[in-house]
């Protein structure tokens, strides 16, 4: 196991004096705390001794009830039984790594990818290739060249990693012909499809496109979702769905982890949905992220220099900044420091080590004011040291 570059940088920007993107947090602003406290206290209050208790493996039934009511929008046919409440996605990745990942293993990504994920199968000692990705996702072309590649030596990667929606580390979505491309690809080669997809309902620009789970008619896309992003990510409550065959093992190896998820937030979160709060939740955060987004756009265009170049995401909590290829944003952060801005490097987000050039801006957790004065004191710092 190796720790996390990202832990490490992020200690310096926590200083007060320092603006910092580099975060991945939902705005606390946008926490429900008021409704949350009723719902808790009346909870304790008339069910506190289940509320209290161990609960299933699986997840408490009415928190998998509501939520297969909340995803029938995504997939008609999502039933309570098909869905598994786990503690964060984080888990989520850690269990599917654990029930498919033997060491050396191949495991596909994008280039760039989520750094938690790179951990995840880091741990289980896998061997992560990566593809990469331009504005509508992964290079599916460049995907089946290297199954067809690896065919041919008799190896056969154990799933296909994609986080398709606003992508973190860098905000692109994956475009629907290129959703529906991997797919046939994975057919093909009969290779399972990981979609980890926490920001999805936080689009604020642009068309919905189906998740690619929905377009799965082979059973072969495991999907993780979560509310960390939606409501607040100290619930540590996130969800898979996955085909029958995996479930049962994923079970297995979720009791072996921690038994159960809380069954306290989770009827905190029943509670909600059956209430018919996590729509306007949701609208709520569209339009404050919406307007965090464009304040950013609009002091990267005035104050970077033509050189530097950046993603415009329809949704979710990051775009992704590129400098010049013969800069490195790892070289610079100190001097970023220094300046008092923060980011985080891009090469953190890359399989292969690559990516110096690049870093992940954060616009949902620093203020309006916070996001221009940042930009302005990064785009200062880049132009001095070019
Ligand atoms: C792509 C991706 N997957 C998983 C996670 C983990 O989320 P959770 O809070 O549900 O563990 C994150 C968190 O930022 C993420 O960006």
């Not at 910092?20 to 808790?40: C, H, R, Y």
């Not at 208790?53 to 039933?79: C, D, F, N």
């Not at 979609?195 to 896309?221: H, K």
């Amino acid at each position: 196991m190796k720790r996390s570059e990202i832990r490490e940088l992020l200690k310096a920007p926590r200083r007060p004096d320092i603006i910092s993107f580099a975060g991945g947090l939902p705005a606390p602003e946008t926490f429900p705390v008021k409704e949350l406290e009723e719902i808790s206290c009346q909870l304790l209050r008339e069910k506190g001794a289940t509320a209290l208790q161990y609960g299933p493996t699986e997840g408490e039934a009415a928190l998998r009830e509501e939520l297969a009511k909340w995803l029938s929008h995504e997939k008609a046919t999502i039933k309570p039984e098909n869905i598994l409440i786990t503690t964060g996605s984080q888990q989520g990745l850690d269990i599917v790594s654990k029930i498919f990942l033997d060491p050396n293993d191949i495991v596909i990504m994008e280039l760039p990818t989520y750094i938690g994920g790179l951990q995840a199968f880091t741990s289980y000692r896998a061997k992560m290739i990566g593809i990469p990705q331009n504005n509508h996702g992964m290079r599916i072309d460049l995907l089946e060249k290297l199954l067809a590649k690896l065919a041919k030596r008799n190896k056969k990667p154990k799933f296909i990693y994609v986080v398709p929606d606003f992508q973190n580390p860098s905000g692109v979505t994956m475009s629907l012909d290129r959703r529906k491309a991997l797919l046939q690809v994975a057919y093909k080669y009969e290779i399972p499809v990981l979609e980890d997809s926490p920001y999805r309902d936080l689009r604020f620009a642009g068309q919905t496109i189906p998740a690619i789970y929905s377009l799965d008619t082979e059973n072969q896309v495991i999907v993780l979702g979560t509310f960390s992003k939606l409501l607040c990510p100290g619930l540590r409550l996130a969800w898979i769905i996955a085909p029958a065959e995996w479930m049962d093992r994923m079970i297995v190896a979720k009791q072996g982890m921690d038994l159960c998820s809380p069954s306290y937030t989770q009827l905190i979160v029943a509670e909600f949905l059956k209430r018919g709060l996590l729509k306007a939740q949701v609208e709520s955060i569209r339009k404050l992220y919406a307007r965090k987004r464009e304040v950013m756009l609009a002091a990267l265009r005035k104050y970077m220099p033509k050189s530097v170049k950046w993603t415009e995401p329809e949704g979710g909590l990051f775009l992704w900044v590129e400098l010049p290829k013969k800069m490195s944003a790892t070289e610079l952060f100190p001097k970023a420091i220094e300046n008092k801005v923060a980011y985080v490097i891009g090469s953190a987000f890359h399989c292969n080590g690559k990516g110096h050039n690049t870093m992940r801006i954060n616009f949902s957790y620093p203020s309006e004011q916070q996001i221009d004065e940042g930009i302005r004191r990064l785009a200062k710092m880049i132009k001095e040291n070019m």
